[in-house]
Protein backbone atom coordinates (compact mmCIF):
# COMPACT_ATOMS: atom_id res chain seq x y z
CA UNK A 1 0.00 0.00 0.00
CA UNK A 2 1.39 3.39 -0.97
CA UNK A 3 -0.17 5.36 2.45
CA UNK A 4 1.17 5.83 5.85
CA UNK A 5 -1.24 7.14 8.25
CA UNK A 6 0.19 10.82 8.43
CA UNK A 7 -0.92 11.15 4.61
CA UNK A 8 -4.35 11.35 6.14
CA UNK A 9 -5.43 14.35 8.65
CA UNK A 10 -4.40 13.55 12.48
CA UNK A 11 -6.97 11.65 14.00
CA UNK A 12 -8.50 9.73 10.69
CA UNK A 13 -10.09 7.03 11.14
CA UNK A 14 -9.86 3.63 9.38
CA UNK A 15 -12.79 1.03 9.61
CA UNK A 16 -13.98 -1.91 8.26
CA UNK A 17 -17.72 -2.59 7.71
CA UNK A 18 -20.50 -5.34 7.55
CA UNK A 19 -23.79 -5.78 7.97
CA UNK A 20 -26.49 -7.79 9.95
CA UNK A 21 -28.01 -10.11 7.44
CA UNK A 22 -24.57 -10.89 5.71
CA UNK A 23 -22.89 -11.81 8.52
CA UNK A 24 -24.43 -12.75 11.35
CA UNK A 25 -26.50 -15.59 10.99
CA UNK A 26 -29.52 -14.77 10.95
CA UNK A 27 -31.30 -18.24 11.72
CA UNK A 28 -29.31 -17.88 15.35
CA UNK A 29 -30.26 -16.55 18.45
CA UNK A 30 -34.38 -15.54 17.89
CA UNK A 31 -34.47 -13.16 15.42
CA UNK A 32 -37.80 -13.13 13.45
CA UNK A 33 -38.19 -13.50 9.78
CA UNK A 34 -36.93 -10.65 7.79
CA UNK A 35 -38.67 -9.91 4.10
CA UNK A 36 -34.73 -11.58 2.79
CA UNK A 37 -35.56 -14.58 3.88
CA UNK A 38 -38.83 -14.71 1.91
CA UNK A 39 -37.46 -12.85 -1.22
CA UNK A 40 -34.54 -15.33 -1.23
CA UNK A 41 -37.08 -18.05 -0.62
CA UNK A 42 -38.90 -17.42 -4.00
CA UNK A 43 -36.99 -18.94 -7.16
CA UNK A 44 -35.21 -16.89 -9.21
CA UNK A 45 -34.73 -13.85 -6.82
CA UNK A 46 -31.12 -15.09 -5.49
CA UNK A 47 -28.72 -16.93 -6.51
CA UNK A 48 -29.10 -21.14 -5.56
CA UNK A 49 -31.64 -19.51 -3.32
CA UNK A 50 -28.95 -18.74 -0.54
CA UNK A 51 -29.90 -16.99 2.13
CA UNK A 52 -28.82 -15.58 5.53
CA UNK A 53 -29.67 -18.14 7.66
CA UNK A 54 -25.95 -18.82 8.53
CA UNK A 55 -24.16 -16.48 6.92
CA UNK A 56 -20.37 -16.07 8.64
CA UNK A 57 -22.10 -17.18 11.80
CA UNK A 58 -20.80 -13.96 13.20
CA UNK A 59 -23.30 -14.27 16.05
CA UNK A 60 -21.36 -16.95 17.72
CA UNK A 61 -17.70 -16.29 16.23
CA UNK A 62 -17.82 -12.53 16.85
CA UNK A 63 -14.89 -12.48 18.92
CA UNK A 64 -12.60 -13.75 16.66
CA UNK A 65 -13.96 -11.48 13.82
CA UNK A 66 -13.34 -8.06 16.61
CA UNK A 67 -9.90 -9.78 17.02
CA UNK A 68 -9.13 -10.06 13.73
CA UNK A 69 -9.86 -6.41 13.41
CA UNK A 70 -7.77 -5.46 16.14
CA UNK A 71 -4.70 -7.19 14.79
CA UNK A 72 -5.08 -5.56 11.50
CA UNK A 73 -4.96 -1.87 13.89
CA UNK A 74 -8.49 -0.76 12.40
CA UNK A 75 -9.85 2.29 14.73
CA UNK A 76 -13.49 2.00 14.08
CA UNK A 77 -15.80 -0.80 12.69
CA UNK A 78 -19.32 -0.05 11.15
CA UNK A 79 -22.01 -2.69 11.58
CA UNK A 80 -25.72 -2.94 11.64
CA UNK A 81 -28.26 -3.62 14.15
CA UNK A 82 -31.18 -6.00 12.82
CA UNK A 83 -34.50 -5.09 13.55
CA UNK A 84 -36.02 -8.06 13.34
CA UNK A 85 -33.24 -9.78 15.92
CA UNK A 86 -34.32 -7.02 18.56
CA UNK A 87 -38.26 -7.21 18.04
CA UNK A 88 -39.05 -10.41 15.95
CA UNK A 89 -42.24 -8.51 14.60
CA UNK A 90 -40.90 -5.60 13.83
CA UNK A 91 -42.99 -4.26 16.85
CA UNK A 92 -44.32 -5.09 20.04
CA UNK A 93 -42.26 -8.44 21.98
CA UNK A 94 -38.78 -7.60 22.54
CA UNK A 95 -36.47 -10.63 22.19
CA UNK A 96 -34.22 -10.13 24.69
CA UNK A 97 -30.87 -12.19 23.28
CA UNK A 98 -30.80 -9.38 20.12
CA UNK A 99 -30.31 -6.69 22.93
CA UNK A 100 -27.98 -8.86 24.57
CA UNK A 101 -26.35 -9.86 21.13
CA UNK A 102 -25.46 -5.84 20.53
CA UNK A 103 -24.32 -5.32 23.83
CA UNK A 104 -21.62 -7.75 23.82
CA UNK A 105 -20.08 -6.32 20.51
CA UNK A 106 -19.67 -2.86 21.88
CA UNK A 107 -18.09 -3.80 24.82
CA UNK A 108 -16.13 -6.50 23.12
CA UNK A 109 -14.98 -3.46 20.52
CA UNK A 110 -14.79 -1.05 22.97
CA UNK A 111 -12.01 -3.52 24.96
CA UNK A 112 -10.68 -3.74 21.89
CA UNK A 113 -10.05 0.04 21.17
CA UNK A 114 -12.59 -0.59 17.96
CA UNK A 115 -14.70 3.01 18.05
CA UNK A 116 -18.73 1.10 17.37
CA UNK A 117 -20.12 2.83 13.99
CA UNK A 118 -23.85 1.51 13.84
CA UNK A 119 -26.25 1.61 11.12
CA UNK A 120 -29.94 1.14 12.30
CA UNK A 121 -30.76 -0.37 9.12
CA UNK A 122 -28.80 -2.33 6.47
CA UNK A 123 -32.26 -3.87 4.43
CA UNK A 124 -33.11 -6.86 6.45
CA UNK A 125 -36.87 -5.12 6.86
CA UNK A 126 -39.11 -7.77 9.59
CA UNK A 127 -41.48 -9.97 7.30
CA UNK A 128 -44.78 -8.93 9.82
CA UNK A 129 -43.68 -5.06 8.54
CA UNK A 130 -43.37 -6.39 4.82
CA UNK A 131 -46.97 -7.51 5.49
CA UNK A 132 -48.30 -4.12 6.06
CA UNK A 133 -46.72 -2.60 3.49
CA UNK A 134 -43.10 -2.39 4.52
CA UNK A 135 -41.65 1.25 3.08
CA UNK A 136 -44.39 1.84 1.40
CA UNK A 137 -46.91 2.18 4.26
CA UNK A 138 -45.63 5.87 6.11
CA UNK A 139 -45.83 4.57 9.56
CA UNK A 140 -42.52 2.57 8.94
CA UNK A 141 -40.80 6.07 9.88
CA UNK A 142 -42.35 5.52 13.32
CA UNK A 143 -42.29 1.74 13.28
CA UNK A 144 -38.77 1.99 13.31
CA UNK A 145 -38.42 4.89 15.33
CA UNK A 146 -39.60 2.91 17.75
CA UNK A 147 -36.76 0.31 17.15
CA UNK A 148 -34.07 3.08 17.19
CA UNK A 149 -35.26 3.88 20.92
CA UNK A 150 -35.15 0.47 22.26
CA UNK A 151 -31.95 -0.80 20.64
CA UNK A 152 -30.38 2.56 21.29
CA UNK A 153 -31.63 3.05 24.69
CA UNK A 154 -29.50 -0.62 25.48
CA UNK A 155 -26.30 0.53 23.54
CA UNK A 156 -26.54 4.61 22.32
CA UNK A 157 -24.01 5.49 25.48
CA UNK A 158 -21.13 3.61 24.26
CA UNK A 159 -21.52 3.98 20.40
CA UNK A 160 -19.53 6.52 18.88
CA UNK A 161 -21.68 7.22 15.65
CA UNK A 162 -25.12 6.32 14.35
CA UNK A 163 -27.14 6.03 11.67
CA UNK A 164 -30.62 5.21 10.27
CA UNK A 165 -30.42 3.76 7.26
CA UNK A 166 -27.92 2.48 4.55
CA UNK A 167 -28.07 3.20 1.10
CA UNK A 168 -31.22 4.69 0.45
CA UNK A 169 -31.51 4.28 -3.44
CA UNK A 170 -30.98 0.45 -2.98
CA UNK A 171 -34.17 0.77 0.34
CA UNK A 172 -36.35 2.05 -2.20
CA UNK A 173 -35.37 2.69 -6.03
CA UNK A 174 -33.16 -0.51 -6.14
CA UNK A 175 -36.02 -2.93 -4.48
CA UNK A 176 -39.38 -1.15 -5.45
CA UNK A 177 -38.47 -0.12 -8.99
CA UNK A 178 -35.58 -2.32 -10.09
CA UNK A 179 -37.29 -5.62 -8.54
CA UNK A 180 -33.97 -6.49 -7.72
CA UNK A 181 -33.66 -7.07 -3.91
CA UNK A 182 -36.09 -7.68 -1.11
CA UNK A 183 -39.32 -7.11 -1.40
CA UNK A 184 -38.71 -7.17 -5.36
CA UNK A 185 -41.17 -5.04 -6.54
CA UNK A 186 -41.55 -3.29 -9.97
CA UNK A 187 -43.91 -0.70 -9.50
CA UNK A 188 -43.46 3.03 -9.59
CA UNK A 189 -46.14 4.03 -6.75
CA UNK A 190 -44.35 1.62 -4.29
CA UNK A 191 -40.98 3.40 -5.60
CA UNK A 192 -42.41 6.89 -4.73
CA UNK A 193 -43.74 5.83 -1.75
CA UNK A 194 -40.32 4.35 -0.50
CA UNK A 195 -37.93 6.85 -1.85
CA UNK A 196 -39.40 9.17 0.41
CA UNK A 197 -40.38 7.41 3.36
CA UNK A 198 -36.94 6.22 3.73
CA UNK A 199 -36.30 10.05 4.41
CA UNK A 200 -39.00 10.48 6.70
CA UNK A 201 -37.89 7.02 9.00
CA UNK A 202 -34.23 8.76 8.74
CA UNK A 203 -35.56 12.09 9.80
CA UNK A 204 -37.71 10.17 12.78
CA UNK A 205 -35.09 8.15 13.92
CA UNK A 206 -33.00 11.50 14.33
CA UNK A 207 -35.03 12.70 16.56
CA UNK A 208 -35.09 9.58 18.39
CA UNK A 209 -31.83 9.31 18.99
CA UNK A 210 -31.33 12.88 20.06
CA UNK A 211 -33.98 12.68 22.56
CA UNK A 212 -32.29 10.31 23.58
CA UNK A 213 -29.09 12.40 24.03
CA UNK A 214 -27.09 10.67 21.11
CA UNK A 215 -24.53 12.68 19.82
CA UNK A 216 -22.57 12.13 16.91
CA UNK A 217 -25.66 11.32 14.30
CA UNK A 218 -24.87 10.97 10.66
CA UNK A 219 -26.72 9.75 7.23
CA UNK A 220 -25.05 7.19 4.91
CA UNK A 221 -25.80 7.39 0.83
CA UNK A 222 -24.20 5.75 -2.34
CA UNK A 223 -23.13 7.19 -4.84
CA UNK A 224 -22.31 6.56 -8.52
CA UNK A 225 -20.88 9.08 -11.57
CA UNK A 226 -23.08 8.85 -14.36
CA UNK A 227 -21.43 9.29 -17.90
CA UNK A 228 -23.56 9.84 -20.77
CA UNK A 229 -23.31 6.76 -23.04
CA UNK A 230 -22.38 8.52 -26.50
CA UNK A 231 -22.14 12.16 -27.39
CA UNK A 232 -25.58 12.81 -28.22
CA UNK A 233 -27.90 15.39 -26.22
CA UNK A 234 -30.63 12.64 -25.39
CA UNK A 235 -27.74 10.35 -23.76
CA UNK A 236 -26.62 13.66 -21.44
CA UNK A 237 -30.32 14.21 -20.43
CA UNK A 238 -30.52 10.77 -19.43
CA UNK A 239 -27.37 10.72 -17.42
CA UNK A 240 -28.48 13.49 -15.98
CA UNK A 241 -32.08 11.86 -14.74
CA UNK A 242 -29.88 8.62 -14.02
CA UNK A 243 -27.70 11.18 -11.39
CA UNK A 244 -31.04 13.05 -10.30
CA UNK A 245 -32.58 9.49 -9.07
CA UNK A 246 -29.38 7.70 -8.03
CA UNK A 247 -27.46 11.10 -6.34
CA UNK A 248 -29.25 13.65 -6.37
CA UNK A 249 -32.50 12.63 -4.53
CA UNK A 250 -31.43 11.81 -1.17
CA UNK A 251 -28.96 14.69 -0.56
CA UNK A 252 -31.47 17.15 -1.86
CA UNK A 253 -33.87 15.78 0.18
CA UNK A 254 -31.78 15.87 3.48
CA UNK A 255 -29.49 18.66 2.46
CA UNK A 256 -32.05 21.51 0.26
CA UNK A 257 -35.54 19.56 1.01
CA UNK A 258 -36.42 19.78 -2.36
CA UNK A 259 -36.12 16.55 -4.79
CA UNK A 260 -34.64 17.27 -8.22
CA UNK A 261 -37.17 18.17 -10.83
CA UNK A 262 -36.36 15.80 -13.26
CA UNK A 263 -37.17 13.05 -10.98
CA UNK A 264 -40.26 14.54 -9.69
CA UNK A 265 -41.50 14.86 -13.39
CA UNK A 266 -41.98 10.93 -13.52
CA UNK A 267 -42.61 10.60 -9.86
CA UNK A 268 -44.81 12.95 -8.56
CA UNK A 269 -47.85 11.39 -9.84
CA UNK A 270 -47.32 8.60 -7.17
CA UNK A 271 -45.72 10.45 -4.63
CA UNK A 272 -47.87 9.89 -0.66
CA UNK A 273 -50.04 12.45 0.11
CA UNK A 274 -48.74 15.75 1.69
CA UNK A 275 -44.82 14.71 1.24
CA UNK A 276 -43.98 18.66 0.76
CA UNK A 277 -44.45 18.88 3.79
CA UNK A 278 -41.97 16.70 5.04
CA UNK A 279 -39.09 18.17 4.62
CA UNK A 280 -38.38 19.92 8.49
CA UNK A 281 -38.37 16.56 9.45
CA UNK A 282 -35.89 14.56 6.59
CA UNK A 283 -33.27 18.05 6.97
CA UNK A 284 -33.56 16.86 10.74
CA UNK A 285 -29.79 18.42 11.59
CA UNK A 286 -26.85 15.54 11.54
CA UNK A 287 -23.11 15.55 12.48
CA UNK A 288 -21.67 13.55 9.50
CA UNK A 289 -22.31 12.41 6.06
CA UNK A 290 -21.27 8.71 5.03
CA UNK A 291 -20.60 8.25 1.28
CA UNK A 292 -20.79 4.42 -0.32
CA UNK A 293 -18.56 4.20 -3.44
CA UNK A 294 -17.74 2.02 -6.02
CA UNK A 295 -18.12 2.54 -9.53
CA UNK A 296 -19.61 4.61 -12.38
CA UNK A 297 -22.21 4.02 -14.97
CA UNK A 298 -22.56 4.61 -18.55
CA UNK A 299 -26.48 5.35 -19.06
CA UNK A 300 -28.31 5.79 -22.53
CA UNK A 301 -31.71 6.44 -24.06
CA UNK A 302 -33.85 3.23 -23.60
CA UNK A 303 -36.96 3.29 -25.62
CA UNK A 304 -39.37 2.63 -23.23
CA UNK A 305 -41.73 4.80 -20.47
CA UNK A 306 -39.63 6.96 -17.92
CA UNK A 307 -36.90 7.34 -16.79
CA UNK A 308 -36.40 5.64 -20.45
CA UNK A 309 -32.63 4.65 -19.69
CA UNK A 310 -30.45 1.83 -19.54
CA UNK A 311 -26.65 0.81 -18.31
CA UNK A 312 -24.52 0.54 -21.04
CA UNK A 313 -20.92 -1.02 -20.25
CA UNK A 314 -18.39 1.06 -20.30
CA UNK A 315 -14.84 0.06 -21.02
CA UNK A 316 -12.45 0.21 -18.06
CA UNK A 317 -11.08 -2.62 -16.23
CA UNK A 318 -14.01 -4.40 -13.86
CA UNK A 319 -14.62 -5.91 -10.28
CA UNK A 320 -15.84 -9.88 -9.98
CA UNK A 321 -19.36 -7.73 -10.02
CA UNK A 322 -18.61 -6.33 -13.47
CA UNK A 323 -18.19 -2.81 -12.07
CA UNK A 324 -15.88 -0.47 -13.46
CA UNK A 325 -13.11 0.34 -11.36
CA UNK A 326 -13.20 4.28 -11.42
CA UNK A 327 -11.32 5.65 -8.49
CA UNK A 328 -11.28 9.55 -9.73
CA UNK A 329 -15.22 9.02 -9.44
CA UNK A 330 -14.78 9.28 -5.59
CA UNK A 331 -12.37 12.16 -6.03
CA UNK A 332 -15.32 13.98 -8.00
CA UNK A 333 -18.50 12.91 -5.43
CA UNK A 334 -16.38 13.85 -2.65
CA UNK A 335 -15.18 17.60 -4.05
CA UNK A 336 -19.05 18.12 -5.33
CA UNK A 337 -20.93 16.86 -1.79
CA UNK A 338 -18.58 19.62 -0.55
CA UNK A 339 -19.78 22.44 -2.72
CA UNK A 340 -23.17 21.77 -3.75
CA UNK A 341 -24.51 19.77 -0.13
CA UNK A 342 -22.84 19.86 2.75
CA UNK A 343 -20.26 22.20 3.53
CA UNK A 344 -18.33 21.92 6.23
CA UNK A 345 -20.25 19.12 8.01
CA UNK A 346 -17.40 15.72 8.51
CA UNK A 347 -17.50 13.10 5.44
CA UNK A 348 -16.49 9.44 6.36
CA UNK A 349 -16.28 7.44 3.38
CA UNK A 350 -18.37 4.30 5.01
CA UNK A 351 -18.19 1.59 2.09
CA UNK A 352 -14.93 1.25 -0.66
CA UNK A 353 -14.25 -1.57 -1.93
CA UNK A 354 -14.30 -4.32 -4.45
CA UNK A 355 -15.20 -8.19 -5.10
CA UNK A 356 -12.45 -10.38 -6.54
CA UNK A 357 -12.76 -14.25 -7.30
CA UNK A 358 -10.55 -14.91 -4.21
CA UNK A 359 -8.93 -18.42 -2.79
CA UNK A 360 -7.42 -18.33 0.41
CA UNK A 361 -4.18 -18.96 -1.86
CA UNK A 362 -4.13 -16.67 -3.98
CA UNK A 363 -2.44 -12.99 -3.06
CA UNK A 364 -5.52 -10.21 -3.83
CA UNK A 365 -3.43 -8.05 -5.43
CA UNK A 366 -6.46 -6.67 -7.23
CA UNK A 367 -7.78 -5.12 -4.34
CA UNK A 368 -4.86 -3.86 -2.53
CA UNK A 369 -4.45 -1.93 -5.95
CA UNK A 370 -8.13 -0.63 -6.29
CA UNK A 371 -7.62 0.25 -2.00
CA UNK A 372 -4.33 1.96 -2.59
CA UNK A 373 -6.19 4.16 -6.09
CA UNK A 374 -9.33 4.90 -4.17
CA UNK A 375 -7.51 5.95 -1.11
CA UNK A 376 -5.19 8.14 -3.09
CA UNK A 377 -8.00 9.62 -4.39
CA UNK A 378 -9.67 10.23 -0.98
CA UNK A 379 -6.45 12.17 0.11
CA UNK A 380 -6.58 14.26 -3.46
CA UNK A 381 -10.21 15.30 -1.92
CA UNK A 382 -9.00 16.13 1.41
CA UNK A 383 -5.96 18.42 -0.42
CA UNK A 384 -8.72 20.15 -1.75
CA UNK A 385 -10.30 21.30 1.14
CA UNK A 386 -12.56 18.05 1.67
CA UNK A 387 -13.65 17.63 5.73
CA UNK A 388 -13.03 13.64 5.00
CA UNK A 389 -12.58 12.17 8.19
CA UNK A 390 -12.22 8.58 7.63
CA UNK A 391 -12.66 5.74 5.26
CA UNK A 392 -13.93 2.38 5.64
CA UNK A 393 -13.20 -0.60 3.63
CA UNK A 394 -15.95 -3.14 2.85
CA UNK A 395 -15.90 -5.68 3.45
CA UNK A 396 -14.38 -6.91 6.60
CA UNK A 397 -15.17 -10.76 5.76
CA UNK A 398 -16.55 -12.57 2.16
CA UNK A 399 -20.22 -12.96 3.46
CA UNK A 400 -23.78 -12.59 1.72
CA UNK A 401 -23.52 -10.44 -1.38
CA UNK A 402 -27.63 -10.41 -1.38
CA UNK A 403 -29.20 -11.52 -4.40
CA UNK A 404 -25.54 -12.75 -5.72
CA UNK A 405 -25.47 -14.83 -2.82
CA UNK A 406 -22.01 -16.40 -1.96
CA UNK A 407 -20.08 -15.93 -4.64
CA UNK A 408 -18.73 -12.39 -4.80
CA UNK A 409 -15.98 -11.53 -2.35
CA UNK A 410 -15.50 -8.53 -0.80
CA UNK A 411 -14.06 -9.21 1.90
CA UNK A 412 -10.37 -8.50 3.30
CA UNK A 413 -10.65 -11.94 5.45
CA UNK A 414 -11.55 -14.69 3.19
CA UNK A 415 -14.29 -16.89 4.76
CA UNK A 416 -14.90 -20.83 3.57
CA UNK A 417 -18.50 -21.24 4.00
CA UNK A 418 -17.90 -25.04 4.06
CA UNK A 419 -16.05 -24.51 7.46
CA UNK A 420 -16.60 -21.10 8.10
CA UNK A 421 -12.96 -21.18 8.69
CA UNK A 422 -11.53 -17.26 8.57
CA UNK A 423 -8.44 -16.59 6.61
CA UNK A 424 -7.17 -12.81 6.71
CA UNK A 425 -6.13 -11.80 2.48
CA UNK A 426 -2.86 -10.42 1.01
CA UNK A 427 -5.45 -6.97 1.17
CA UNK A 428 -5.58 -7.25 5.23
CA UNK A 429 -2.32 -7.23 5.60
CA UNK A 430 -0.96 -5.11 3.80
CA UNK A 431 -3.52 -2.92 5.62
CA UNK A 432 -2.63 -3.92 8.64
CA UNK A 433 1.53 -3.02 7.32
CA UNK A 434 0.29 0.74 6.11
CA UNK A 435 -1.96 1.24 9.47
CA UNK A 436 0.97 -0.02 11.74
CA UNK A 437 3.76 2.24 9.80
O1 LIG B 1 -22.72 -5.71 0.04
C1 LIG B 1 -23.17 -4.44 -0.27
C2 LIG B 1 -23.60 -3.72 0.99
O2 LIG B 1 -24.59 -4.42 1.66
C3 LIG B 1 -24.12 -2.34 0.67
N1 LIG B 1 -23.22 -1.60 -0.16
C4 LIG B 1 -22.67 -2.27 -1.32
C5 LIG B 1 -22.11 -3.62 -0.95
C6 LIG B 1 -21.52 -4.31 -2.18
O3 LIG B 1 -22.52 -4.54 -3.13
Known amino acids: MNFVRSDFPPGFLFAAATSS ?35 CDHYHRWEEDLDLMQAMGLDAYRFSTSWARVLPEGRGAINPQGLDFY ?42 ADFATII ?9 SAAPINEPWCVAWLSHFMGQQAPGLRDIRATAHAMHHVLTAHGRCIQAMRALGMKNLGAVCNFELAHPADPSPDAAVKARLYDGIYNRFFVGGLFKGTYPEEVMEGLSPHMPKGWENDFDLIRSPIDWFGINYYTCKRIAPAPEAWPGFSEVEGPLPKTQMG ?35 DTPQRPDTAR ?18 VPLKGYTFWSLMDNYEWALGYEKRFGLVHVDFETLTRTPKASYHALREALAR
Not at 129 to 144: E, K
Not at 328 to 350: F, N, S
Not at 368 to 385: E, F, P, S
Open 323 to 357: WEIYPDGLEQILTWLQRDYTGALPLYVTESGMANA
Open 152 to 160: MTRIGDRVF
Open 103 to 144: DRLVDGLLARNLKPMVTLYHWELPAALADLGGWRNPDVAHWM
Open 21 to 55: YQIEGHGSGGAGPTHWDSFAATPGNVVRAENGQRA
Open 368 to 385: IDYLDAHLAAARRAVAQG
